[in-house]
């Protein structure tokens, strides 16, 4: 079998161009005929993936969701600061900026009082409609909550979940790391300034608010929403600081500092790990112990010594995570040594095969390769990150194209094809084990 270095470096390229053909696709064309709809991308949108499907069987993510799109956007960042990589991606990331912008122009109260666009939709797809009364409350700030909107700028009419708030952080933490990028030239620009400062405000606003979670399945307040609130809330003091300071700036502090202790209950001491959820209706939920929590402390970084990667009982939840799966995944049994287990969602999921997700393994990989610096055995961590790769790269397909999930009992890819987020994940991943290997080699002098 080809050595990990060469093989990361070759499906590093692949991910990198297979990601792209979800920026800015604007060749494409979605018919969805049961929503008497045709809708063609505009430049800046991002869809979740690029594939025209209609669940037969493959899913329509042919979506601008707000968080994929972040995770997407801060990949870009990523391959814009690697100078081997030999893309130029600052013209996504400002045609994205004016598409992100030009949403706070949307209002719901348009399709109410011109409602003609019903009359063009099948009868059996009447029944996944938003009322007139959801889309009416559509307007303003409420637009940051919308989960997703369609790439060519228009409402989702579909009924989704919602309110979310991790999109409106997501976002702010990749505008944030763009501007303090080195690739990133002169002063931002008055649309980039101004969607930072909205989705700050929402920020703020709102989490304290129960919404849905990442996965859009359950009501509550969220470990991973709350954590990427906490850190875009905290980085944002930073920018409003550096620009001469105001009341905003203490107080989104504050903000982010009651988030890291209303976060410091999540802990669950007898079962060692932090839960991901408390329910709006107060009840337990079946699953407390999920990987959202993991991609929440890579998505929001920073080292600090709780909620991050330094974070002991972080490590705890992570080992909890990994026994679940290598005991729950046929595909996760008599595996090969020096491999660690397909990382999951959660215990009882049925989407699709209900398996294993690259995001979700190459995030476990990521984990590592971000708290090797610094650790006390950085080899260690560094090498168990690699475990996880070499896991991910034994269900990957030859042509390096990557699903959503690899099925729990055979490998084989299922749900979206070329999921944008999967491609942005290994991106990410790689920087990180980039960054680890320089510490280590600079720490051996």
Not at 295 to 309: E, K, M, Q, R
Not at 369 to 379: K, N
Not at 419 to 436: D, E, G, H, K, P
Request: proline residues 6%; hydrophobic residues 40%; charged residues 25%.
């Amino acid at each position: 079998m080809q050595p990990l270095g060469p093989w990361i470096e070759q499906q590093y390229r692949h991910s990198a161009a297979a990601m792209l053909r979800s920026v800015s696709p604007v060749s494409l064309i979605k018919t969805r005929a049961g929503f008497g709809q045709t809708i063609g991308a505009r430049a800046g949108a991002i869809v979740a993936s690029p594939v025209l499907a209609a669940y037969d069987p493959e899913p329509d993510y042919f979506f601008h969701w707000y968080r994929d799109s972040a995770v997407v956007v801060d990949a870009l960042r990523l391959l814009a600061e690697d100078p081997d990589a030999g893309i130029d991606t600052r013209r996504c990331f400002s045609d994205f900026v004016r598409f992100s912008a030009a949403l706070g122009e949307l209002d719901g109260r348009a399709l109410v009082q011109a409602p003609g666009w019903r009359a063009r939709v099948a009868a059996d797809h009447l029944k996944y409609l938003r009322t007139d009364s959801d889309l009416a409350a559509v307007h303003g700030e409420s637009i940051a909550a919308e989960t997703r909107v369609n790439p060519d700028g228009t409402l989702d009419v579909s009924s989704w979940a919602r309110p979310q708030f991790d999109g409106p952080a997501l976002r702010a933490l990749a505008l944030l790391r763009w501007i303090r990028s080195p690739c990133f030239e002169g002063t931002p620009p008055a649309p980039l300034e101004a969607l930072l400062r909205s989705d700050l405000a929402v920020t703020s606003k709102h989490w304290r608010d129960p919404s849905f979670d990442i996965w859009e399945e359950e009501k509550g307040l969220h470990y991973y929403t709350l954590r990427v609130c906490a850190a875009a809330l905290d980085g944002g003091a930073d920018w409003l600081q550096m620009r001469g300071g105001s009341p905003q700036a203490e107080a989104y502090r504050s903000d982010a500092q009651a988030i890291l202790r209303q976060l410091d209950g999540y802990w669950l001491a007898d079962e060692q790990y932090y839960r991901s959820r408390i329910l709006e209706s107060g009840q337990r939920s079946a699953k407390e112990l999920d990987i959202a929590v993991i991609l929440a402390t890579i998505h929001a970084a920073g080292d600090a010594a709780t909620h991050s990667v330094r974070d002991p009982r972080m490590h705890a939840t992570l080992t909890r995570l990994e026994s679940l799966f290598a005991e729950l995944y046929p595909i996760n049994r008599d595996r090969d040594p020096g491999r660690a287990p397909a990382m999951g969602r959660y215990a009882g999921d049925v989407y699709f095969s209900g398996g294993a997700y690259f995001f979700s393994t190459f995030g476990a990989a990521e984990f590592y390769y971000c708290a090797a610096p610094g650790a006390q055995q950085p080899d260690r961590l560094l090498e168990r990150g690699d475990e996880f790769l070499r896991t991910a790269r034994a269900f990957i397909p030859q042509s390096g194209d990557l699903a959503e999930q690899f099925d729990q009992r055979t490998g084989e890819p299922r749900s979206a094809r070329h999921l944008a987020w999967s491609y942005a994940a290994f991106i990410s991943c790689i920087a990180a084990r980039r960054r680890a290997q320089q510490f280590l080699m600079g720490s051996s002098f």
